[in-house]
């Protein structure tokens, strides 16, 4: 029973001892995480958006503590899409939750029918709803194409 005990024990030890060896050529797992390393992100602001175009479907104004225009786009095509997001928008379109101060040629501009442009921060917030919903939080500008 000893002879037995002992060999587990040994052979525990080995498992540790391996386990816990430091090798110089160690890539790291994948939960490590690296101080040292670098991150690159870029510093203008233009390279960070996401630009769609699309028809305006519906308005709706939502007077709530703060006004807020929903408008509901359809038929959106992306002019710049980093984050392959535009794919969300294909079948049903997006509803846009704007304030005001977020339409540039203001909310009376606005009209069923209209194209429009919008541009996002590059990955928007967005509800899984059908059709998705963007806050205006993750909306810089909308402007009217004329």
């Known amino acids: 029973m ?8 040994a052979a525990g030890v080995l498992f540790v ?3 816990c060896g430091n090798s110089e050529n160690d890539t790291g797992s ?19 958006q996401s630009v769609f ?6 308005i709706t104004k939502v007077e709530a ?14 002019k710049e899409d980093p984050a392959n997001i535009g794919t969300s928008f294909s079948n049903d379109g997006v509803l ?19 194209e429009i442009t919008f541009t996002l921060v590059k990955m928007p917030v967005m509800t899984m709803s059908i059709p998705p919903q963007i806050p205006g939080d993750s909306i810089i500008e909308i402007t009217v194409n004329k």
């Open 30 to 48: 994948i939960d490590s995480i690296d101080a040292g390393q670098v991150m690159e992100t870029s510093s203008s602001p233009a390279e960070s």
């Open 96 to 114: 846009l939750n704007a304030a005001p101060e977020q339409i540039r040629e203001g909310a009376d501009a606005l009209k069923s029918g209209v």
């Open 65 to 78: 503590e703060e006004e807020t225009i929903q408008i509901k786009v359809t038929g959106v095509k992306s």
């Open 53 to 58: 175009t699309g028809t305006i479907e519906s």
């Open 2 to 9: 000893k002879a037995i005990f002992s060999c587990l024990a």
């Open 17 to 19: 001892l391996a386990g």
